[in-house]
């Protein structure tokens, strides 16, 4: 029976919504102190996709389960979760997740099993893999009613920064995928900021 209390998507688009808007005290500028870094995590919704995007680091879990549950969500109602690189800050709460399958640069997780990774997710939800921070990068492409959103990681940190990516694994491979993101996309979801508009 048709649980009438979960969200009923009206439109048959897919459909983005932040959970956690993302922060690091971290500015690349090459004086590091003590660091405080939280990614961006967002829901993303198509028909029976309900997926979750970077479930990284929090100061309490209940901050992911309190924004679930502003969409009438709850963990166990993911279904999948998606990981745009595997630095520590953006995978540290997939565990929240037991039942969903993980979808990362090596292939889609379920249970102990593993299989080759699917980069056309649905018509409207596709990945590409984008390099540099993170030999392991990758970029979720959302097309929404509003235009293509890309939810990069940490391709970007926040809007066009960091000009000099300290911790990138490549920096020219970097400025490639940058280049790829910004050709693509029409909204751009950090790895540690809100989302923004790309300027054409």
């Known amino acids: ?33 003590e660091d405080t870094t939280a990614c961006t995590m967002c829901l993303v919704r198509e028909k029976d996709i309900i997926m979750v995007t970077d479930p990284g680091t929090l100061k309490n ?20 979760v998606f990981v745009t690189h595997m630095h520590p800050d953006h995978v540290r709460n997939i565990g929240m997740f ?13 249970e102990d099993r593993c299989e080759d990774r699917n980069d056309k997710i649905s018509d409207d939800i596709q ?16 097309k929404t009613d509003k235009g293509k959103v890309a939810i990069c990681g940490d391709v970007f940190w926040k809007e066009g920064l960091p000009d000099n990516d300290p911790y990138a694994d490549d920096v020219e491979k970097l400025a490639e995928s940058r280049k790829k993101v910004l050709e693509v996309a029409d ?7 809100g989302e923004y508009k790309v300027k054409k």
């Open 1 to 33: 029976m048709k649980d009438l209390n979960k969200p009923i998507l009206l439109n048959y688009m897919a459909q983005i919504d932040i959970l956690v808007e993302g922060y690091t005290s971290d500015d690349a500028s090459g004086e590091y102190g």
């Open 61 to 80: 879990q209940d901050i992911m389960r309190d924004a679930l549950a502003k969409h009438g969500l709850t963990v166990e109602d993911i279904n999948i």
């Open 98 to 110: 037991p039942t969903a399958k993980m979808i990362e640069y090596f292939g889609e997780w379920e």
């Open 127 to 142: 990945i590409i893999e984008t390099p540099g921070h993170s030999f392991s990068g990758l970029t979720l492409l959302v």
């Open 187 to 193: 909204f751009i979801i950090p790895g540690h900021a």
